[in-house]
């Protein structure tokens, strides 16, 4: 039997509505599927399906208190579960590949969307870094009404993906939209984000990430405040999705992506060199790196001492990575440019597209909430060679990083079989 989420970890949250009956189907689901499947409920959920109906369907303690002496983990759930300590939300969520609340209650939704931490499961969802879904079940004038309609559209914006009730007989006996969506249904959303299309299979794909450092000294360097972490979900996603990945990448503290093939680097000179050196094999380079654009024009050999009240340090400019793939390039490579900018940004962004000849520019202004370096949220601006250009409101990176490489792939017309 094929088991196509094997070793994807999904965390469950059930919560008290009388759709709670149909989580158990889900889990049946999911587990025959191969996921790991840890199943946390609020302790309203318990007044209507047992956690033990859970425990003997995936085999793991099912979590239903904050303050229960834990069992830790950090590498899978499993784990999370039978190690000894009271951080178990903190290691189960930064475990999780995805995070599921079906059936979702009136009241998680709201605390979801109002930031309340006040039990094990809407504490583990604010942690949660992962995708997160949550299908909604309850009578239809609570769904109907302007607070769970505001608070599902905040969860929207922040890109929890909802999956719509039905509308049906209810339990109330009432006949309106509140009725979980069809187990089935929720399953396939499921797979849907965790098995990505192959849509890059066959593509040779080279992302630069993270920031460059230019010595000054054998001590000091000149750097900047990149992170990586958007460069990291852009490799993150397009292996995902099937493609060969190259990650050239400055210092960060991020480890690299399962199956990325990771060429660390250091200053400007040397991402410039590796990108070159791939350049010849290469499908699509996306160049969402920050290498500094002044080097010191001399590094000392020696720590610069504390010697005078001024120093004057001279910076000459470094070489312009994305000049040099524009004269080697070959016709078919596709070529995506990051542009950060503080000011006039749209235009900005729409110059450095003409003059590097790219087919794609991802504009953003970290001054902006949400965009900020080393968050893991981006608000940016898509702009493609063809002239299309799409707002981005404030998205996880990850989510970010997929909807660039499903722009790239539509502006290069490539299609999903590595054809064009
Ligand atoms: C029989 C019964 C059925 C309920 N069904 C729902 C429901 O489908 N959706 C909902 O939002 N609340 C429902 N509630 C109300 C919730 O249980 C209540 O708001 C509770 O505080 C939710 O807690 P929780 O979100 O921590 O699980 C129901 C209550 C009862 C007594």
């Not at 000849?357 to 940016?380: C, K, Q, R, Y």
Request: hydrophobic share 45%.
């Amino acid at each position: 039997m094929s088991r196509p989420l094997a070793d994807r970890k999904i965390v469950l949250g059930v919560t008290g509505s009388i759709a709670a009956f149909k989580a158990p189907s889900i889990v049946t689901r999911l587990v025959a599927m191969g996921a790991d499947v840890v199943v946390v409920m609020t302790e309203n959920a318990t007044r209507f399906v047992t956690p033990l109906t859970f425990e003997t369907l995936t085999g793991t303690e099912v979590i239903v208190d904050m303050w229960s002496e834990g069992k830790e983990g950090v590498s899978s759930p499993e784990e999370a579960l039978a190690r000894d300590d009271h951080l178990q939300h903190v290691h189960l969520a930064e475990a999780a590949d995805l995070a599921l609340v079906a059936p979702a209650t009136a009241n998680v939704i709201g605390k979801m969307a109002g930031g309340i931490a006040d039990d094990f499961l809407s504490t583990e969802l604010m942690a949660m870094t992962c995708p997160v879904i949550v299908a909604p079940a309850m009578n239809v004038n609570m769904m109907e009404s302007d607070a769970v309609g505001e608070n599902v559209e905040k969860l929207k914006t922040r890109g929890v993906i909802v999956i719509e009730p039905e509308v049906g007989r209810l339990a109330s006996g009432a006949v309106g939209r509140g009725r979980l969506a069809d187990p089935d249904q929720i399953v396939e959303e499921v797979k849907r984000l965790l098995l990505p299309s192959q849509d890059l299979a066959g593509r040779r794909v080279v992302v630069t990430a993270g920031p460059t450092e230019e010595p000054l000294d054998p001590i000091r360097h000149i750097g900047n405040r990149s992170s990586g972490k958007m460069g990291y979900a852009v490799a993150e996603r397009a292996a995902r999705r099937g493609a060969d990945v190259v990650l050239v990448s400055g210092r960060t503290s991020l480890e690299a992506p399962a199956g990325v093939r990771l060429v660390p680097v250091v200053t400007t000179e040397e991402m410039k060199d590796a990108v070159m050196a791939e350049l010849p094999e290469l499908d699509l380079l996306v160049m969402a790196a920050a290498p500094a654009d002044y080097r010191p024009a001399e590094v000392a050999d020696k720590k610069i001492k504390k010697s005078w009240d001024r120093l004057t340090i001279e910076l000459v400019r470094t070489d312009d990575i994305l000049m040099g793939v524009k004269e080697h390039r070959r016709e078919g490579q596709g070529v995506v440019g990051f542009a950060v900018e503080t000011e006039d940004l749209i235009a900005n962004a729409k110059d450095k597209l003409a003059k590097k000849e790219l087919d794609l520019i991802v504009a953003n202004d970290p001054t902006v909430d949400g965009a900020a370096f080393e968050s893991d949220t981006n608000v940016a601006t898509i702009i493609g060679r063809s002239g299309f250009e799409e707002s981005v409101g404030k998205v996880p990176k990850r989510e970010l990083a997929d909807l660039v490489l499903t722009r790239t792939i539509a502006e290069l017309e490539w299609g999903g079989d590595g054809t064009e």
